[in-house]
């Protein structure tokens, strides 16, 4: 099977769970239809959808395949990287490290944090701005991500993608809009049209964020230590990735949903959208524009927003997820009157969060406020970046609240 059959059974296998999702819908509302048959129809909803994400993950693999040759050669990482920072001898010289205020620009030569320059990618001040600190432990990597995810962060409705180096580019391909052209006997084969590859560059910033840890915290159990670390960085993780999505979602131009939201909703998804987006298209907004989509009926009189019949934690609005943020971190527009934004489409086809492996920590007891309050200021360091793909994959809308 080549590309172009991989992305036309993508494509169908989202018009059937796109049917199969409706048809749930409407027999979630007929008081006819048996528990049974919503049972059944549920099971195949379900068993659709794992095609999809299936056919979904073949087509991006065949696709990356194909660019493979045009990519940059990559900077590898050094061996065993990540089976270093999963030793215990690691995380006891890392929170050494955090204990005594060592750094990689300092902590040469000490022999009780020699395990840590063996994973390091990048520290120390020369070039000036690449200052960093030693790698995590990859328990501790694994904890900040595991509560990032309990947050419901934006990321995981867009592509992602970890390197190793801070700037590069990735490929993509513009995909046929055409058929093959026929062939009379014995005829020529023409090449009316080939794949087009586009470059996407990235370009990686610095985060970051000074901790104040109690010093009592500090040279207690380091389980508790590791443990307060995750959940605080875990938090501004979300935001600071949160802020950054919102940055390129911010790109697009908004439309109005008029008169009739349930119309426009409608159109964005039947039209505006290519059919292989709308399948696997996700609302998100913000909790005005949520409680706007929760007024809306459709003809029946039945509610727009229903819960998902998988997972009773969420909701959908025409067969698609919504996502809600609150209006602090996704506002209002104000003028004539007040809007809510509402984006639809699969951000992981609209942009991409490179992600540079890895959080670096660094501690000091003497430095800003510390050496007052008789504490530990612990900085963490991320390097990210994000990078539009396909900005026909995203559409924004407004909803009068």
Sequence with gaps: MDITEMKNLWSSLGAQVRDCSAQLMAMAGDKSASRE???????????LQARLTAAKAAYDQELAAQGAQLQPEKREEKPMNTEIRKSNEYARAFAFALRNGLKPSNARGVEQVKVLFDAMTEGGGSPAGTDGGFLVPIDVETQIHEKRRALRPLADLFAQETVTAPTGWRVIDTAPTAGMPAIDEMGTITTPDQPAFVKVPFTLAKYGQIVPVSNELMKDNTAGLFAYLSNWYAKKLVNTENNLLLGVLDDLTGAAL???PLAGLKTALNVTLDPAISASAVIITNQSGFNALDQLKDGQQRPLLQPDPVNATLYRVLGREVRVLSDAQLPNATG???????????????????TKEGFEFVSTDVGGNAFRTDSTEVRGLIRLGVSKFDTDAMVLRTIAV
Excluded: R, S, V
């Design 336 to 354: 004539t009157a007040t809007t809510a934004p509402i984006y639809i489409g699969d951000g992981t086809q609209y942009a991409c969060l490179f």
């Design 37 to 47: 048959d919503i049972e059944k129809k549920n099971g195949e909803l379900q068993d």
């Design 258 to 260: 008029g008169q009739d």
